[in-house]
């Protein structure tokens, strides 16, 4: 499927308002709300790891997959964080790209000379 720039703008947090909005959310409600699941999950996730671990040599592969999983999840708070930021340096970034660009054309333009 093909999806056009109609469709594809329809989801994109383009304009600075909702990208503020997209950031807000994200620092309000998901960021808190997977940062609680996961201290949750804590206790319950390092007995787990204790239980299926080597305990004579032999353990069990669910117990190094459930630290790999638990530190995939404290990663992804990372992320969303990070994404949080960026969402909002995002509008100054491009404008300011835009204001140095049209700056750097019309200096050198040639047509100023006529």
């Known amino acids: 499927m093909v999806i056009g720039p109609a469709q594809g703008q329809q989801n994109l947090a383009s304009s600075p308002a909702r990208k503020r909005a997209a950031a807000r959310a994200i620092?309000?409600?998901i960021e808190p709300d997977t940062r609680r699941s996961g201290e949750w999950a804590?206790?319950?996730?390092g007995a787990a790891v204790r239980a299926f671990d080597a305990k004579d040599g032999h353990g069990w592969v669910t117990s190094s997959s459930l630290k790999k999983a638990?530190?995939?999840w404290?990663?992804?708070?990372?992320?969303?964080?990070?994404?949080k930021v960026s969402l909002r340096a995002t509008t100054a970034l491009?404008?300011?790209t835009d204001f140095g660009v049209g700056a750097h054309v019309r200096t050198s333009s040639t047509l100023d000379r006529y």
């Open 74 to 83: 404290g990663d992804q708070v990372k992320r969303l964080s990070s994404e």
């Open 70 to 72: 638990h530190k995939a």
């Open 27 to 29: 620092e309000n409600h």
């Open 94 to 96: 491009l404008q300011g």
């Open 42 to 45: 804590d206790e319950d996730t």
